[in-house]
């Protein structure tokens, strides 16, 4: 806490000693000299935000344009800041320095409201989880299920490796699929019940979530129409 009072300090000090700060007005004084530095820092924090949210841009669009913003509002304040020291009175309103973080705002909503549009709503998850199983079974001419635990793991393990050599690109390159398997993975991330009525597929969930994952990555990392969900993002941010 001193420290973090004698920063403060310190960097009023500075202020006082580079910056243009009004004579004579005792409270707008205090604000550029003490108000100033603590709201400059939250700004830089706030730009560092909606640069770090590049990433989860789904219009590319909107992305070249946020970009543009925040080269603009970076060039903006190293202006302002250069001007100021030589003291040169700003060709601008220091107010105009905010339009472009406005403007990132803006397009992180409308690129928000465009990914409502687009995205995937989850189902309940139970029986697409069975629906799932069947159509892998499919995929390899197999259509009884009812083949006992053993069976049903020794498929997906059979279904996950053949996918990844690209035997099935036919199947899983198709919209109702991959919605179907990205429904599962995010009721799993969102913690929902899934009940499974077969009991065979129950007790082999974790080979078949296994295969669920598998399939997923692999239709976002080969198939260019294929986009991952943001919360499956999220989710494979923290656990790496």
Do not use: C
């Not at 202020?15 to 830089?44: K, Y």
């Not at 995937?120 to 989880?129: D, L, Q, R, S, T």
């Not at 009525?197 to 078949?208: G, K, L, N, P």
């Amino acid at each position: 806490m001193v420290l973090g009072i004698a920063l403060i300090i310190f960097l009023a000090w500075l202020a006082d000693q580079i910056f243009i700060i009004p004579e004579g007005q005792v409270g707008l004084r205090l604000f550029w000299v003490i108000g100033g530095t603590i709201l400059g820092g939250l700004s830089a924090g706030g730009i560092y935000g909606l640069q770090s949210k590049l990433s989860d841009y789904k219009s590319g669009a909107l992305m070249v344009l946020h970009i543009i913003a925040l080269a603009v509002m970076g060039l903006g304040v190293i202006g302002a800041l250069v001007l100021t020291f030589l003291k040169i009175p700003l060709p601008i309103s220091n107010h105009w320095l905010w339009a472009p973080l406005g403007a990132m705002g803006v397009f992180m909503i409308l690129d928000a409201i465009g990914k409502k549009e687009k995205q995937v709503k989850a189902g309940k998850g139970g029986a697409k989880f069975e629906d799932w199983v069947v159509k892998v079974f499919g995929m390899l001419n197999n259509w009884d299920i009812d083949q006992g635990t053993g069976v049903i793991e020794g498929v997906m393990a059979l279904a996950t490796i053949e996918m990844g050599q690209g035997k099935f690109d036919w199947n899983i390159r198709d919209e109702e699929f991959f919605k179907m398997t990205e429904g599962i993975l995010v009721d799993l991330i969102q913690g929902k019940v899934m009940s499974i009525s077969a009991d065979e597929i129950y007790q082999a969930r974790e080979s078949v979530i296994k295969a669920v994952q598998a399939f997923y990555f692999y239709m976002v990392d080969n198939f260019r129409e294929f986009e991952m969900h943001p919360a499956i993002k999220r989710a494979a941010t923290i656990k790496k």
